[in-house]
């Protein structure tokens, strides 16, 4: 019988990553570099700030209290003290090349739908902003976050936070 023929034969498929009028899409791996190190930096950062600031204070007076969360102010505050660390951190790369600085190390960047760069406005206010929001929310941000992490796996590669921005990430060369 003639391998054409086989009716029974499993389907074939070119393995190839899929490549986009203004460049090739990132590797799931290359995003997922540049986020843990764009996490390293925020991390050595804000750790500080937060403990000097008071925020583990605050979680061991809820415990012992027995709270479960904190209180939505206090989560605002701190939500709203990140977001702004966040600005400090990235603005600088975000607004030159579309680049976090752990895109910039693993050499991808953040392009419109249309391949344009896009203002660090609309980067802050519509790929950021929301998703620093949400975060906060008890219970639903920890959702949200899993869910937005998930959809990496879409074979447009487009997170949660990609589709509210209308933007992906590109390799940058």
Known sequence: MVEDENPYRSPQAALSDPVTEDG???????????????????????????????????????????????????????????FALFVLIQAYPLHASGQTWGKRVCKIKIVRMNGAQPSLGHLLLRRYLPINVISIVPVLGNVFGIVDVLMIFRADRRCAHDWIADTRVVRAH
């Open 24 to 82: 090739e899409l990132a590797s799931r791996e290359g995003r997922l570099g540049a986020a843990i190190l764009d996490t390293i930096i925020a991390l050595v950062i804000t750790l500080p700030i937060m403990y000097f600031g008071g925020y583990f204070d605050q979680i061991e007076t809820n415990s012992e209290a027995g709270q479960m969360f904190m209180p939505i102010g206090v989560l605002a505050l701190w939500g709203a003290i990140g």
